[in-house]
C-alpha cells in the first residue's frame, strides 16, 4: 500500500515541475531572445512481483510482473527556434536571423546571448542591456582583423576626419557630336555645342566653394564621315567669374575620350596649385542629341566628428561609423558563436548562456559565414512563447496534479479502512 503513497508523492513532484516550467514560460512571454522550455517524463525503477519463465516441456513462459515506484522529471530542455522580430529603430537592437549567438563578457566569464539589446556606453565600449561588454573585433583604419582573439569593440568617440582638398572631379553623360550650326543659321533646338557644369569643391581647411567648368564644342571637327567624333575645350572659372589658369580638351572618337593612340582617355589634368584638378572623363560619352554631362563625385571633405548615436550596423555585424560630415567608416564587427549542442548550455541568467561539457566548445566567427546568422539592425528576437500551447500545458500539469493527489487521499482512505478492521 505504501508504493501507492510514493508513486503519488513523486507524480506531485513531477507535475508540480511541469507548473513551474510552465509558469516561468507564460512570466518570460515579452522577454526579448528568451526560449521557451519543456519537462519531459520518465518513470522510476520497478520493482520485481515475478520473473519471466522461459517456455519449457510444452507449456508456456510467463512474462515479467513489475509494479512501478513512480515518475520523475527527466529533463528540461529549450527551444531554440527562430522567435519574431520587433522592429525598434536604434540601430544598438540585433537580431539575429539564423543561428548563433552574441558574445558577452561578464568579468573574465563569456556568456552568450539572443538579446540583443546593445549600445555605446560613456566609455565608447559596446555593451548589453545590463553593461556587459559585447564581443568582437575593434576596426583598424576601417580594417577588421577577424583573425585574432574577439574582444571589447570600442568607438572612438570625438574622433575627427581632417578636412581634404578636392583634387578629383568625376563626370558622367554625353558631350553632343552634333555638327556646329552655322552662325547665320542658329540651332534653336537647344544648346548643344556649349554646356557649363557646376561644381563644388573643397578647399585645404574645408571650406567649401563652387566652381564653374564650362565645355565648348570645338570647330575644326567635320563630324560628316563620322558622327561620333568630337572636340570639346573644358575651362574652369573660380567664384569670381575669373578663369582658373590652363584648359583641357577632351576628343572623342567612336563617341569614347580619345588618348589619341587608339585608346581611351581616362582623365585629364586642368588647372594648377592650389586649383588643380584631375577630371575622371571615362564615363563621358560624344553622341548625337543634347548635352548632359555633369558631376558624378567629388573628392575632398570638410572635417568630421564621431558621436556614439552616428552608426548603422550591417547584415554581417560590421559597425559603421558615420561622421558628422556624412562619410562613413568601419569601426568594429560583432563575434557570433554557435555549438555543436545548445541544448548542452546552461542558464546563466539575464537571458544569457554559458557552455557546459556537454554543448561543446563556442564556435566563434563572423555573422554570415560558416552556418551563422544574419544581423538585422534595428530590431529585436522576442520571445517564442506559444501562449496557447503553454496554457493547454498548464491544465495537462493542473489535471495531473490533481490525479496524483488523489492516489494519496485513496490509499490513505484504505489504509484507514484496514486500522478500522481492528475494531
Known amino acids: 500500500m505504501l508504493r501507492s503513497l510514493y508513486s503519488g508523492i513523486s507524480g506531485l513532484h513531477a507535475h ?31 520493482q520485481m512481483v515475478g520473473a519471466a519463465g522461459a517456455p519449457q516441456n510444452g507449456q508456456a513462459g510467463s512474462n515479467p510482473a513489475q509494479v512501478g515506484l513512480g515518475v520523475r522529471v527527466a529533463g528540461i530542455t529549450s527551444n531554440f527556434a527562430q522567435g519574431s522580430a520587433e522592429t525598434t529603430g536604434k540601430s ?29 556606453d560613456a566609455n565608447g565600449v559596446l555593451a548589453s542591456a545590463n553593461g556587459e561588454p559585447v564581443q568582437g573585433w575593434t576596426a583598424t ?18 574622433a575627427t576626419i581632417p578636412p581634404k582638398a578636392t583634387t578629383t572631379v568625376t563626370l558622367k553623360g554625353n558631350l553632343s557630336s552634333d555638327k556646329i550650326p552655322d552662325v547665320n543659321n542658329p540651332d534653336n533646338g537647344g544648346d548643344t555645342y556649349a554646356t557649363t557644369i557646376p561644381v563644388k569643391v573643397f578647399d585645404a581647411q ?16 567635320d563630324n560628316t564621315s ?17 578663369p582658373v589658369s590652363g584648359d583641357a580638351t577632351i576628343n572623342f572618337s567612336g563617341g569614347k575620350p580619345s588618348d589619341g593612340a587608339g585608346g581611351v582617355q581616362k582623365t585629364l589634368s586642368i588647372g594648377s596649385a592650389p586649383n588643380a584638378y584631375t577630371v575622371d572623363i571615362s564615363d563621358v560619352t560624344s553622341y548625337s542629341g543634347l548635352s548632359d554631362a555633369r558631376v558624378f563625385d567629388t573628392d575632398g571633405q570638410t572635417s568630421g566628428a564621431l558621436t556614439s548615436l552616428s552608426y548603422s550596423v550591417s547584415d ?21 558563436a554557435t555549438f555543436k549542442n545548445v541544448n548542452g548550455l546552461e542558464k546563466a541568467g539575464d537571458s544569457t548562456y554559458r557552455d557546459t561539457v556537454n554543448s561543446g566548445y563556442a564556435q566563434v566567427g563572423q555573422p554570415g559565414s560558416a552556418g551563422m546568422g544574419a544581423v538585422m539592425s534595428g530590431a529585436l528576437e522576442m520571445s517564442n512563447v506559444d501562449l ?18 488523489k492516489i494519496i487521499t485513496t490509499s490513505d482512505e484504505i489504509l484507514q479502512e484496514l486500522v478500522s478492521m481492528k475494531r
Request: charged fraction near 15%; glycine fraction near 14%; aromatic fraction near 8%.
Open 316 to 336: 554581417t555585424g560590421q559597425i559603421i561609423g558615420v561622421y558628422s560630415n556624412g562619410l562613413k567608416e568601419v569601426l568594429g564587427q560583432v563575434a557570433m
Open 141 to 158: 583604419n576601417g580594417i577588421v582583423n577577424s583573425a585574432v582573439q574577439p574582444g571589447d569593440i570600442r568607438m572612438p568617440l570625438g
Open 226 to 242: 563620322d558622327p561620333t567624333t568630337s572636340s570639346w575645350k573644358v575651362t574652369l572659372f573660380d567664384e569670381n567669374g575669373d
Open 388 to 405: 496557447a500551447q503553454e496554457f493547454t500545458n498548464l491544465v495537462i500539469a493542473q489535471r495531473g496534479f490533481q490525479a496524483n493527489s
Open 16 to 46: 508540480q515541475q511541469m507548473m513551474d516550467v510552465t509558469g516561468n514560460n507564460i512570466a518570460n512571454v515579452n522577454t526579448v531572445g528568451y526560449k521557451s522550455t519543456s519537462v519531459q517524463f520518465q518513470d522510476t525503477l520497478s
Open 92 to 120: 544598438g537592437d540585433m537580431m539575429i536571423q539564423g543561428d548563433g549567438f552574441f558574445i558577452t563578457r561578464s568579468g573574465n566569464e563569456m556568456l552568450y546571448t539572443r538579446a540583443g539589446s546593445f549600445g555605446f
Open 206 to 221: 574645408g571650406g567649401t566653394h563652387t566652381v564653374t567648368a564650362k565645355m565648348e564644342r570645338q570647330a575644326g571637327y
